[in-house]
């Protein structure tokens, strides 16, 4: 079973919006950071953005700053990346992961979801 579950992905014309979200399948226990990454083919996954426990605190990969924003729910159960202005190369499978901090690297995540497919056409 994978423990977190993604949704929201689509095709969206370069200019538009998604929002992608989140949520754990199971109890995950001792994950208080979640972040979104994203792995387009051919290139290695990369960051783009985390959101602390409390939600307080977000980080942003330079790529999608300003344009790109996590939120996460009253409950911290739930996950959000509202993505507008979309470019091209944005296109890629969205993953997202939970873990203790959170940080701008993968492997510091102990739990990732299956990945959404977002496609951007110009």
């Known amino acids: 079973q994978v423990p977190l579950v993604e949704s929201g992905g689509g095709l969206v014309q370069a200019g538009g919006s998604l929002r992608l979200s989140c949520a754990p399948s199971?109890?995950?226990?001792?994950?208080?950071?979640m972040a979104w990454f994203r792995q387009a083919p051919g290139k290695e996954r990369e960051f783009v953005a985390a959101i602390n426990w409390n939600g307080d605190s977000t980080s942003y990969a330079d790529s999608v700053k300003g344009r790109f924003t996590i939120s996460r729910d009253g409950a911290k159960t739930t996950v959000y990346l509202q993505m507008n202005s979309l470019k091209s190369e944005d296109t890629a499978v969205y993953y997202c992961a939970a873990g203790l901090a959170p940080t701008q690297v993968p492997g510091a995540y102990s739990f990732w979801g299956q990945g959404t497919q977002v496609t951007v056409s110009s």
């Open positions: 199971r109890r995950i226990f001792g994950s208080v950071a």
